[in-house]
T-cell receptor, first 112, second 111 residues
Framework: EAGVTQFPSHSVIEKGQTVTLRCDPI?????LYWYRRVMGKEIKFLLH????????ESGMPNNRFLAERTGGTYSTLKVQPAELEDSGVYFC??????????FGPGTRLTVT | QKEVEQDPGPLSVPEGAIVSLNCTYS??????FMWYRQYSRKGPELLMY????GNKEDGRFTAQVDKSSKYISLFIRDSQPSDSATYLC???????????FGTGTRLKVLA
């Protein structure tokens, strides 16, 4: 069974540009999550989808971040315009239940 | 104060040692407790989870939860160099899906 996949693995962009991260969850997992780890800090929750609906977006830092999950399959996380403090590793996870979230390899975002 | 505290390490042990990794937390609503292993430049890999208090064993790994002390532990027996990684604890309250992570403990098992 394929795991959670994320694309790209690494992205370097300039401040003010736009970046879109993609996540493909494990097939059959209705729950999809985005997390972020900035340097030196713990992994922090951004938002949670159940199928195509946003269940909890309490962790989204501001309105420069937009997450979508069209058709309840893959998800995208767009940052527009990117700021320096957006640099970090963005993880996607998926699950059937809340206590077995499976994480992808992450996308390392560097904003210069 | 962080909801979950975890010593960042690094923790260095000789091969074959028993390793004890710990987290403390402040939110009594946490009901599920997870341990993840993360190798460098990889995503967190779920090792095991425990519901409420008690112990759970899986091979060389044992997870313990003491809700009265708000303290969880992961024990690794017969540690191997391949166990060298960062170990993350995570917790979630019943009725929610929002994980709260510790910062992770870096473990080095020396051959």
């Amino acid at each position: 069974e394929a795991g959670v996949t994320q694309f790209p693995s690494h992205s370097v962009i300039e401040k003010g540009q736009t970046v879109t991260l993609r996540c493909d969850p494990i097939s059959g997992h209705d729950n999809l999550y985005w997390y972020r780890r900035v340097m030196g800090k713990e992994i922090k929750f951004l938002l949670h989808f159940v199928k195509e609906s946003k269940q909890d977006e309490s962790g989204m830092p501001n309105n420069r971040f937009l997450a979508e999950r069209t058709g309840g399959t893959y998800s995208t996380l767009k940052v527009q315009p990117a700021e320096l403090e957006d640099s970090g590793v963005y993880f996607c996870a998926s699950s059937l239940d809340p206590y077995e979230q499976y994480f992808g390899p992450g996308t390392r975002l560097t904003v210069t | 104060q962080k909801e979950v505290e975890q010593d960042p390490g690094p923790l260095s042990v000789p091969e074959g040692a028993i390793v004890s990794l710990n987290c403390t937390y402040s939110n009594s609503a946490f009901q599920y407790f997870m341990w993840y292993r993360q190798y460098s430049r990889k995503g967190p890999e779920l090792l095991m989870y425990t519901y409420s208090s008690g112990n759970k064993e899986d091979g060389r790994f044992t997870a313990q939860v003491d809700k009265s002390s708000k303290y969880i532990s992961l024990f690794i027996r017969d540690s191997q160099p391949s166990d060298s990684a960062t170990y993350l604890c995570a917790m979630v309250a019943s009725g929610t899906y929002k994980y709260i992570f510790g910062t992770g403990t870096r473990l080095k098992v020396l051959a």
